[in-house]
């Protein structure tokens, strides 16, 4: 049976305002972030009641990021009306000596470690291994469920490579964050 996968990203951290790439790095939301995490879960309700843009569920379970930003927006979008579950297999990419660095030094560098690692860190293809990892685990445990996972940049990355058979160079070209195309939710079906 297959599994239905909405990706929520986690609300705008401090590092965001502060244009710096956290990774590993274990910061707060902003206020900013806090507000977003709140509307999201207005905006699901509202989904809910219209069925509109795959959010016209209800979620069997929630899974999110053990890091801080993850769990927080999780808890503030979802906290009282379904389980929520960490797991750090859906956490950001380790950019290892480059966590906490600035964007500018940070994002060029992503693409030139699609394979190859972060110094001290891990490559998307690391990611990647993990996402696969936990897709083969909803598979056995979740199949015929509809599941939230409150994530990062990286691991919806390989989502794209993984479900939706994007190359890695796509799916950074496609990336929303590039077109600023935020959207409350993005589907994703695991068969």
């Not at 929520?84 to 966590?99: H, P, Q, T, V």
Request: aromatic share 10%; glycine share 10%; charged share 35%.
């Amino acid at each position: 049976m297959s599994v239905k996968i909405t990706y929520f990203v986690h609300g705008t951290t401090t590092d965001n305002e502060k244009d710096i790439s956290s990774g590993w790095s274990d910061v707060e939301l902003s206020e900013l972030g806090k507000r977003q995490a709140k509307d999201l879960k207005e905006k699901i309700k509202d989904k809910q009641k219209l069925g509109q843009a795959g959010l016209g569920k209800k979620f069997d379970v929630v899974f999110c990021s053990d890091l801080k930003r993850a769990v927080d927006s999780a808890n503030l979008a979802f906290g009282g009306t379904v389980a929520i579950i960490k797991d750090e297999r859906l956490r950001e990419c380790n950019y290892g000596d480059y966590n906490g660095k600035p964007e500018k030094v940070v994002e060029p560098l992503q693409e030139e470690n699609i394979e190859k690692r972060f110094p001290n860190g891990e490559s998307y293809e690391d990611v990647k291994e993990r996402i696969q990892d936990f897709l083969g685990f909803l598979k056995e445990k979740y199949g015929g469920k509809s599941v939230a996972i409150v994530g990062h940049k990286a691991p919806q990355l390989a989502l794209d490579v993984l479900l939706k058979g994007k190359t890695w160079k796509e799916a950074f070209a496609q990336d929303w964050r590039k077109k600023k195309a935020w959207q409350p939710g993005w589907d994703y079906i695991l068969g």
